[in-house]
């Protein structure tokens, strides 16, 4: 967590992007409203730091693909 800075980019294992970095609190990471879908842009979200599979430059890359992102977070799953 220690490498992944504000305004990073964020991609899922299949190369698709899933947001910019905002900031990390605790153990999560907080991605920029600038990335929300249409209706989700007055709130941020985030992604739990155990999907991070790597740090690689200024890209963050997930361990599951970009779509896997938004399924888990409708399913109550904390990410």
């Known amino acids: 967590m220690a490498d992944i800075k504000e305004h990073m ?3 899922g294992k ?3 992007h899933v947001g910019t ?3 990390v609190e605790g153990d999560r990471i907080k991605l920029t409203r ?3 879908p249409a209706g989700h842009k007055d709130h941020h979200h985030y992604i739990d730091r155990k ?3 790597s740090v690689e ?3 963050v890359k997930l ?3 970009a779509s896997s992102v938004p399924e888990m977070e409708a ?3 904390k990410i």
């Open 51 to 53: 999907l991070v599979g």
């Open 75 to 77: 399913s109550g799953a």
């Open 14 to 16: 299949d190369g698709a």
């Open 9 to 11: 980019k964020i991609i």
């Open 57 to 59: 430059g200024d890209v």
């Open 63 to 65: 361990s599951v693909n």
């Open 34 to 36: 600038n990335d929300n």
């Open 21 to 23: 970095v905002d900031g």
